[in-house]
């Protein structure tokens, strides 16, 4: 019989099976017309219905598959029963096909060790860390359905998500794998993907990748060389990114929402620099991105080149910043303005 894949295998099969049924949960509640919005802290901080509904299922479905591992959801919920349809018991098979890197292949739900003086063998929780972001994005994804819904707008029904600005691309679900404080696994629902197309397109896709092995779901393609796209916040802007976006010398600024769609202009060769010079992006923000970016060769780092940690005790705002980069990291770190680096000291 064939050997049980690896647990992160399994791991990130699960991930992509519920982050697809994350996808159709988000595109439902849109449809419905009811958002249910909630503010958290001000009025660009906004919960949905979709970002509770989105988080109870990944949460409930993944600590039902992997009890053992810590996971953690940007939305505080009560602790309550998760209705059954929620849950989503699937696991990707062509993901599950795939070798685990040599490097993650003996990683364990949870982890065994023994102290030999006292002959005694002690279970230690795994180091495997799950950060999610039911809906990267919301303050778009409502922008989008206030003018869906607005009196004046008139919906055809062959394009049903029709909305301006492709304010729906920006919307993405996020489910970042984390071992030992690195990100080194992703999944991306974007579900929204190709609303503009059609009817006879098919809405929605899921990226994914794992460290070692690769990223797919996607074409990887590469800016031309030369040309600095940067890609930056729509509804979060001041000062300091604007000067640093500045700083870079771009050719052309990309203003839109969402950590995870910003990836995936890197990873689509759409732009060249994700540049977010302050605090705001949490780490279920980046985790998922990162290992994406990274699985292809890119780079995540704070403002000052630094790293971010995902260890289950970390502080969850990226008090520093945010720089992705799919090449040339080094030139896009050198034009960081001193004063934007003393205004944002790495932890
Ligand atoms: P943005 O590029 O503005 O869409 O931000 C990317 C992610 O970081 C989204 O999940 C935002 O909600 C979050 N974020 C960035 N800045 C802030 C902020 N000032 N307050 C709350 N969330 C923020
Ligand atoms: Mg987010
Ligand atoms: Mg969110």
Same mark, same amino acid.
């Given at each position: 019989m064939a050997n049980r894949p690896a647990v992160l295998m @399994? %791991?990130? +099969? =699960?991930?992509? +099976?519920?982050?697809? !049924?994350?996808? /159709? #949960?988000?595109?439902?509640? %849109? *449809?419905?017309?009811?958002?249910? #919005?909630?503010?958290?802290?001000?009025?660009? &901080?906004? *919960? /949905?219905? +979709?970002d509770r509904l989105v988080q109870k299922s990944i949460c409930a479905s993944l600590s039902k598959s992997f009890p053992k591992v810590t996971i953690i959801g940007e939305e505080e919920l009560p602790a309550e029963a998760v209705e059954e349809d929620l849950i989503e018991n699937g696991q990707s098979s062509l993901i599950l096909q795939k070798s685990c890197p040599d490097q993650y292949a003996s990683l364990k739900e949870e982890e065994v060790? @023994?102290? @030999?003086? *006292?002959?005694?063998? #002690?279970?230690?929780?795994?180091?495997?860390?799950?950060?999610? &972001?039911?809906? &990267?994005? /919301?303050?778009?994804? /409502?922008?989008?359905? @206030?003018? %869906?819904? =607005?009196?004046?707008?008139?919906? !055809?029904?062959e394009q049903p998500y029709r909305a301006p600005n492709r304010l729906l691309d920006h919307v993405t679900v996020l489910i970042g794998i984390a071992y030992g404080g690195t990100a080194i696994a992703g999944v991306i629902n974007q579900p929204f993907y190709n609303y503009q197309m059609g009817a006879g397109a098919s809405l929605g896709r899921t990226l994914w990748g794992v460290l070692g092995l690769g990223a797919f779901g996607f074409q990887l393609q590469e800016v031309p060389d030369g040309k600095r796209i940067i890609t930056t916040t729509r509804s979060h802007s001041n000062k300091l990114v604007i000067d640093t976006v500045q700083a870079m010398e771009p050719h052309d600024v990309i203003r839109v929402g969402g950590a995870g769609n910003k990836i995936i202009q890197l990873v689509e060769g759409k732009a060249s620099a994700y540049v977010f010079a302050s605090p705001g992006c949490k780490k279920w923000d980046t985790c998922a991105p990162e290992a994406i970016l990274h699985a292809v060769g890119g780079k995540l780092t704070d403002m000052h080149g630094n790293a971010y940690t995902y260890d289950a005790n970390v502080k969850h705002m990226n008090s520093a910043g945010v720089l992705a980069t799919l090449r040339n990291h080094e030139y896009y770190l050198s034009r960081v303005p001193q004063v934007v680096l003393q205004a944002l000291p790495s932890n």
């Open positions: @399994r %791991l990130v +099969a =699960s991930a992509y +099976a519920v982050a697809e !049924k994350a996808g /159709t #949960i988000v595109q439902k509640v %849109l *449809q419905s017309g009811e958002l249910g #919005i909630v503010e958290k802290s001000g009025a660009n &901080d906004l *919960q /949905t219905l +979709a060790k @023994r102290n @030999r003086k *006292q002959n005694m063998v #002690i279970f230690h929780l795994s180091q495997l860390v799950v950060w999610v &972001d039911p809906l &990267d994005g /919301t303050k778009e994804y /409502t922008e989008a359905a @206030r003018v %869906l819904y =607005s009196p004046v707008y008139i919906q !055809k029904p």
